[in-house]
C-alpha cells in the first residue's frame, strides 16, 4: 500500500502563508484523486482540498480563494499552497484518497502522521 508523507506545517501568523507537501513511496498517476485533510482539536476529520489526476480541483467553502492543491504525477507530490492563513485553520493536515469521488470524505488509504499548522499571534 502506498505511504503518504506529509511536511511543510509550522506557526504562522495571521494572514501568513504556508506550502505543504505530501510525498508518496509509489507513482500516484494510478490514483484518480489525492486530497488534503485536516483535523483541529475536538473536531472531525474533514477534507480541505483535492485534485483529479487530470487536474480538475474540489475545495473546502472555507479554503476558497486562499489554498491551491496541486499535483506532481512525475515527483509523485501533491502540494497545498496555503494563504491568507486564519486562526481557524489551525489544525494537523493529512494527506489521502478520496475513495468515492473528488469531493469524499471517504478515504481509500491509510492516514499518516499528517503536519501540524499552527495560526496564531
Not at 23 to 42: E, V
Not at 51 to 60: N, P, V
Not at 85 to 110: E, F
Request: contains cysteine.
Amino acid at each position: 500500500q502506498v505511504q503518504l508523507v506529509e511536511s511543510g506545517g509550522g506557526s504562522v501568523q495571521p494572514g501568513g502563508s504556508l506550502r505543504l507537501s505530501c510525498g508518496a513511496s509509489t507513482s500516484i498517476s494510478r490514483f484518480d484523486f489525492m486530497g488534503w485533510y485536516r483535523q483541529a482539536p475536538g473536531k472531525l476529520r474533514e477534507m480541505v482540498a483535492s485534485i483529479s489526476r487530470d487536474g480538475q480541483t474540489h475545495y473546502a467553502d472555507y479554503v476558497k480563494g486562499r489554498f491551491t492543491i496541486s499535483r506532481d504525477n512525475a515527483k509523485n507530490t501533491v502540494d497545498l499552497q496555503m494563504n491568507s492563513l486564519k486562526p481557524d485553520d489551525t489544525a494537523v493536515y493529512y494527506c489521502n484518497r478520496p475513495a468515492y469521488g473528488i469531493d469524499s470524505d471517504y478515504v481509500a488509504g491509510s492516514w499518516g502522521q499528517g503536519t501540524q499548522v499552527t495560526v496564531s499571534s
